[in-house]
């Protein structure tokens, strides 16, 4: 089965109310599935979670009104209360650090890759990853005709506004890897990683979303790849106040979840016992990207099922973990920034079909 589509277009409200109408119940199973991690993995109360979600609001609202207004929109649309929609869209800063604090042997995930022209068989600049996170949430494509900025489409959580791994009408492409720093801080609240997300992917060109990415603080680390057709790629790790770019080399570009080379006066990271397998698969990522040169789209599907190891590039839950730990690749995506041609799976790649998606009709 092919994720749910949706296409949108008006004001962010607009767009907002379709997809909480058209998700409505996908959306109720996430605010379920994320408010039992919050209790069991973040110990957090309902309560507190909802204190915690209520000041993020608010200075959201100073942030992005349009961001704003496609939460409430998606409230409306889906009859769910605003407060449990924006805890969705929060659930990066309010869970996914505190995991990282709280689990050391956290479960990482994601795997993402670049191919410049000079080593793909068609010349063009290839993007794309395997997104792998918890296996009942419930996810969706979307396709954005806004009211100002490129046409896009992009890959998303049901109830989380705009699209996390995608790219626009100009060629402009994001991925995306979860990371972690011990100077994480939720309550810091700077602009959070969905909206950073909504913003790249609404810019024409590839300064401008780096700036969206680099220009301000962060509250919590991650890490983002951009690039635009005609232009490069560039992958940078963003801790709350400093980052580190990376270029391509040799024509491929690999991230997981790790920084690459960490300064240690600057970036420190939780210690993680399983962050080894971070490194395996970004160096996975990397050896069939060069060993497979020149790269098409049917030899990049062959990557992303790779299963070297058991936790390899295409995720399957370990059952030697507790459940709780449990993470899955939940889609394998290709982008071909030239053609403006993107690939999406519905779950493990090696597992179902790619289904081809094109920005211009």
């Not at 919050?38 to 942030?63: G, I, M, N, P």
């Not at 995991?99 to 670049?114: P, R």
């Not at 913003?199 to 060109?205: H, K, N």
């Amino acid at each position: 089965m092919r994720l749910p589509f949706l296409e949108l277009s008006g004001t962010c409200l607009k767009q907002g109310q379709v997809h909480g109408e058209s998700l409505k119940d996908l959306i109720e199973k996430n605010i379920a599935v994320y408010s039992r991690r919050f209790q069991k993995e973040a110990k957090l109360s309902k309560v507190e979670v909802l204190e915690r979600t209520d000041s993020c609001l608010r200075t959201l609202k100073k942030q992005s009104i349009n961001y704003y207004e496609g939460i409430l929109g998606i409230a409306e649309g889906s009859n769910q209360e605003l407060m449990n929609i924006a805890m969705l869209n929060f659930r990066y800063e309010l869970l996914y650090h505190a995991i990282g604090k709280l689990q050391m042997d956290a479960v990482d995930g994601c795997t993402s890759y670049a191919v410049l022209p000079e080593v793909a068989s068609n010349g063009h600049t290839i993007m794309g990853q395997n997104w792998d996170w918890i296996p009942d949430v419930e996810c969706a494509i979307v396709e954005t005709t806004a009211q100002v900025g490129p046409h896009q489409m992009a890959f998303t959580e049901a109830g989380i506004f705009g699209g996390k791994i995608g790219m626009n009408s100009e060629g402009l492409a994001l991925t995306v890897n979860g990371m972690n720093t011990t100077v994480d801080d939720w309550s810091r609240f700077e602009k959070p990683f969905h909206l950073r997300c909504f913003e790249v992917l609404s810019f024409a060109t590839l300064e401008n979303a780096m700036e969206v990415l680099t220009g301000t603080p962060r509250s919590c680390t991650a890490n983002f790849m951009i690039g635009q057709a005609e232009n490069t790629v560039i992958d940078i790790e963003l801790a709350p106040d400093t980052y580190v770019k990376i270029s391509p080399q040799g024509g491929v570009l690999g991230h997981a979840n790790h920084f690459t080379d960490p300064d240690p006066a600057e970036i420190i990271e939780p210690p993680n016992p399983r962050r080894y397998l971070s490194k395996f698969r970004h160096e996975r990522m990397e050896t069939l990207l060069n060993e497979r040169k020149p790269l098409d789209v049917a030899g990049i599907q062959k990557i992303l099922k790779d299963h070297h190891h058991s936790q390899s590039i295409c995720r399957h839950p370990d059952p030697s973990l507790p459940s709780e730990q449990h993470t899955v690749t939940k889609t394998g995506v290709i982008m071909d920034l030239d053609e403006r041609k993107l690939w999406f799976t519905n779950g493990n790649p090696c597992q179902n079909e790619f289904t081809e998606y094109s920005l211009l009709n």
